[in-house]
């Protein structure tokens, strides 16, 4: 089975913090993907990544930035994190360069305070 | 920018009831598509998926959705509800956009309450 984990399922933070969210994936997959999911607004995308040290941006990129050193880790930044960043942060990951599915980790609960 | 709808924000059922969710998207091309569901308290995991071929697809748990092209429509069916699918559904779309195109873009979910 894949697994993908994330490093807190809670996680509160003060604004103008700098909060990393970090993400592993153990099925060698080339893709991952990091999303915010807001009630009444469903998954969007913030940053992807199909290769180490490659990135591009989804559709909400503004006051994020990722990081991808190793093949399996997949990290999101906040630089300076605001309240209006309070939100689900699920990541993903799917394998190489064929149509196949998502695989989604539990999911970190921000608040921003 | 493609755009996928799911018709229904809270869908509230009785037990055997039939389930029909609504997903509709606006990409043009050759598209992937998936249903992914959330149990509470769980992860985002995958109910059915379209790529190519026979457009009525079956998943897991009983559940089924038909593609219809000139519709731009990927409906959720289920024959018979149990208290155990409430849940959140979320349609999602993979335009094909070329080599490494593998972005989804997720509806807004629908969320089903079963009632015993």
């Known amino acids: 089975d894949v697994k993908v984990t994330q490093s807190s399922r809670y996680l509160v933070k003060r604004t103008g913090e700098k909060v990393f969210l970090e993400c592993v994936q153990d099925?060698?997959?080339?893709?991952m993907f990091w999303y915010r999911q807001d009630p009444g607004l469903g998954l969007r995308l913030i940053y992807f990544?199909?290769?180490?040290?490659?990135?591009e941006k989804g559709d909400i990129p503004e006051g994020y930035s990722v990081s991808r050193e190793k093949k399996e880790r997949f990290s999101l930044i906040l630089e300076s994190a605001s309240t209006n960043q309070t939100s689900m942060y699920l990541c993903?990951?799917?394998?190489?360069?064929?149509?196949?599915?998502?695989?989604f980790g539990p999911g970190t609960r921000l608040t921003v305070t | 920018a493609q755009s996928v709808s799911q018709h229904n924000h809270h869908v509230i059922l009785s037990e055997a009831a039939s389930l029909e969710l609504g997903c509709n998207y606006s990409?043009?091309?050759?598209?992937?598509l998936f249903w992914y569901v959330q149990y509470p308290g769980q992860h985002l995991q995958l109910l059915l998926k379209?790529?190519?071929?026979?457009?009525l697809v079956k998943g897991i748990k009983g559940f089924e959705a038909e593609f219809i092209k000139s519709k731009f429509s990927f409906n959720l069916r289920k024959p018979s509800v149990q208290w155990s699918d409430t849940a959140e559904y979320f349609c999602?779309?993979?335009?094909?956009?070329?080599?490494?195109?593998?972005?989804?873009?997720f509806g807004k979910g629908t969320k089903l309450s079963v009632i015993p």
């Open positions: 990409y043009g091309g050759t598209v992937n």
């Open positions: 099925m060698d997959h080339e893709n």
């Open positions: 379209y790529f190519s071929g026979d457009p």
């Open positions: 999602a779309v993979n335009p094909h956009r070329g080599a490494g195109s593998y972005q989804l873009t």
């Open positions: 993903a990951s799917k394998v190489g360069r064929r149509p196949s599915e998502q695989y």
């Open positions: 990544s199909y290769d180490v040290k490659m990135k």
